[in-house]
């Protein structure tokens, strides 16, 4: 039994590691698409940026929520 628990716990490590792929890959097409908007309209520059920023801040939340979550749902 001892090794069932410890065999899930090394599959959850897993599967945050795949699952931190998705942020990542998020934020490099967040700010690699806002840097080729503003080199393509320079007078935009303030509004790019703020969408920038807003969405590296909702993708960044949603990894530190799977990050939390496994946590919260072992109870401890």
């Known amino acids: ?3 069932l628990a410890e065999v899930a716990g090394n599959i959850t490590a897993i599967a945050y ?3 931190t792929l998705g942020p ?3 934020v490099g097409m ?3 698409q806002g840097v080729q ?3 393509r309209q ?3 520059y303030g509004l790019i940026r703020q969408n920038m920023l807003l969405g590296f801040v909702l993708v960044e939340a949603l990894a530190l929520i799977g990050l ?3 946590f919260i749902f072992a109870g401890i």
Do not use: D, L, R, T
């Open 42 to 44: 320079p007078e935009a």
């Open 37 to 39: 908007a503003i080199a």
């Open 24 to 26: 990542g890959i998020g």
């Open 17 to 19: 590691g795949v699952a």
């Open 68 to 70: 939390v979550a496994p």
């Open 1 to 3: 039994m001892a090794a």
């Open 30 to 32: 967040i700010f690699g």
